[in-house]
Each structure stands twice: as C-alpha cells, then as structure tokens.
C-alpha cells in the first residue's frame, strides 16, 4: 500500500538520457489524487491508533487479570503450606501412637509370660506343699 502511495507522491524521478534526449517527466498527480492520498494515510492512521488503543485495553485488562492470578496463586501456596504443616505433625502423631502401642504390646507380652512364670511356680509350690502334706 505505501509503495502505490510513494509512487503517486513521489513519482520516479530516473530519467535517463538515451541519445542526448531527456525523456519526458511522468505527469504530475492531481490534486483529487493527492487528496485521497492523504485521506487514505489518515484512515490508516485512524486504524493503527484505534488499534493501539485497543491492545493497551487487552494489554490493562490481562495486566489485571495476571494480578488476581498472582494473588490466588499466593493464597492457594499459604494454604498448601499450612496443610503440609498439618500433614506433618499428624504423621509425627501416628508415628508416636504407633510405638506407643508397640510398648504397650510389648509389655503385654512380658507381663503375661512372667504371669504364666508365675502360676507355674505357685503350682509347682503348692504340689510340694500338698505332697508333704499328705506324707504327714
């Protein structure tokens, strides 16, 4: 487009000499031709400004959008954290009720093994005491 517009501007001004003869110039654009030249310039003018405006609105409003992106983007981080900080001492918990009962279990273990020592010892008393008994 801005080469026709040169070229009506802006006629090519090579003349060559051929023989010792200067061709002639090309005519002169009339006025109408510049004239819509220059209307033709102003719309496109018109349309790039139109577009420029336009790009800075798409441009204000993602600027905007990005920063409520950015915002959520905080919060949902803050909530994260606070969640594996809960996750966290809830594993330390269970780790914790787990030797717990392990201990418990254990103790369990031992108490019921010395208490069948025990009872096999009381017995083996009492036969003693019922055999001598008897042998009075």
């Known amino acids: 487009m801005t080469a026709g517009l040169s070229a009506m501007v802006f006629p090519a001004s090579g003349a060559q000499q051929s023989s010792g003869l200067r061709e002639p110039m090309p005519a002169q654009p009339s006025d109408q031709a510049i004239e819509a030249t220059a209307l033709a ?3 496109a003018i018109g349309r790039i400004i139109a577009e420029r405006n336009e790009l800075r609105r798409e441009r204000e409003r993602l600027s905007g959008a990005n920063e409520e992106l950015r915002r959520q983007n905080e919060r949902i981080n803050l909530h994260r954290d606070h969640y594996r900080q809960l996750a966290t001492e809830l594993l330390i918990q269970l780790r914790q009720m787990h030797q717990a009962i392990q201990e418990a279990s254990r103790k369990v ?3 019921s093994a010395d208490t069948e020592n025990r009872d096999t010892a009381l017995m083996a008393l009492a036969r003693r005491f019922s055999a001598g008994g008897n042998a009075n």
């Open 41 to 43: 310039g102003s719309a």
């Open 109 to 111: 273990q031992e108490l």
